[in-house]
Each structure stands twice: as C-alpha cells, then as structure tokens.
C-alpha cells in the first residue's frame, strides 16, 4: 500500500468515541495505522490530531484523532453517510451499521498543505466483536486482524492480559483460518 501514495492510512474502530461515531457514522481506530513522515502528516499530528491536549490534560488518542479527523473539511471519494454505502448487518450491537468499504479523501491544511487520508476496507484491516465465524474477514485480502470480545471460546478464564491475547488469536486462528469459515 505504500504505492498508494497516502499521507495517513487508518482502520475503522468499533464505535467508540461513541458520540462522534453517532454525530458521524464513522470512527478511526488510533492503535491501527500507517503514517507517512509527509509535511502533511506533520501537520496534521502537530496541529490538528495534538494541538493543545496536553495543556487540556486530555490526550485520549482515539478521541484526538477523531476529533481531528472530522474537523478536517475532507473530500471523500465516496459520501461516508450515502445511502449505497455498505453497513454491517448484525446480531450484536457493538457491529451494527459499522461502514464496511474504504474510504479515501484530501483535506487541505494550513499552508494550503494537502493531506491525502485513507480509511482500510474492514476486510484488509478486520476489527469486530463477537460473530465468529460468520464474520471472518477474507484469506485472500486481509492483512490486519483485531480480534476482540471473544472470551467464551477461551477455556482458562484465569489468563493474564498477555495470555488472554494469545489465546484470542489461537481462537481466532481457529474460527477463521483452520476450517472454511466464510
């Protein structure tokens, strides 16, 4: 994905910071990203996703890049909210409704500095909860998978957070990759 030629590339998140997942449609999952050392990108950390969170003493990076995100005045390829955008369809809460399909835009910073921003289809960079093996993501696309809330296929309930992990990918491995699950 590097030929793509994307200042900052992100995953799509759950639904939190819930508000703006409401007021949106959409959410970025901070921890899953790929920035290019661009002077966009600078930018963009420094003014926008930053700025003064240290000084309001609130620098929850899921909620700063968030709100930076949605600040932006972004030309997206594809109306985020479109009636013909593609959504989960669920039994759990948490995965309803969830955008499905890649999102990529420009923003223009400061300086008349252009950022070019992509959002991973939910395949390439899986993130859901529960509904394993319904919903595992494609052997052929995906590349980043984030397993999450799975804890009644993991027997010791006893596990440290490490342990829990690995046994979450164990799970995971198993549900969506030992057998054909989709």
Not at 20 to 46: D, E, W
């Amino acid at each position: 994905f590097l030929e793509e030629g994307f200042d900052v590339m992100h995953a799509y998140e759950m639904k939190y910071p819930t508000n703006i997942f409401l007021k949106k449609g959409f959410v970025v999952c901070a921890g899953h990203q790929f920035i290019r050392s661009t002077p966009a990108s600078i930018s963009y950390l420094r003014d926008e996703v930053l700025g003064d969170c240290f000084k309001a003493n609130n620098c929850d990076d899921q909620v700063r890049y968030n709100i930076a995100l949605h600040k932006l005045r972004i030309k997206w390829n594809n109306n985020p909210l479109g009636k013909d955008r593609i959504k989960i369809s669920s039994n759990f809460e948490e995965n309803e409704g969830l955008l499905v399909e890649e999102l990529n835009g420009t923003a223009t910073l400061g300086d008349n500095v252009k950022l070019k921003i992509k959002i991973w289809d939910r395949d390439f960079c899986w993130r859901l909860s529960n509904d394993l093996p319904e919903k595992c993501p494609s052997i052929e696309n995906n590349w980043v998978a984030m397993p999450t809330k799975i804890d009644e296929h993991i027997s010791d309930k006893r596990l440290n957070k490490v342990w829990k992990k690995i046994e979450t990918f164990k799970v995971w491995d198993h549900l969506c990759r030992d057998r054909d699950a989709r």
